[in-house]
């Protein structure tokens, strides 16, 4: 029971934050967006390490 009160007011300061605040994750959300977009883009990549480069000097 307390555990459920205690992840309830967890949630509730989540949800207040925005109307006090006005901040949201959308940012977050459009660059994981991106990120999708891009890999979508560059399918059978092997270099990894050249691919996070990439990633890194068009978003960064």
Known sequence: MQEN????LSLAEHFLNFFNNRSTNASAESFN???????ATSR???????????????YA
């Open 5 to 8: 009160k205690r992840n309830r």
């Open 33 to 39: 967006a991106k990120i999708k977009a891009f890999r």
């Open 44 to 58: 059978g990549v092997r270099d990894t390490t050249f691919f996070l480069f990439r990633l890194a000097k068009i």
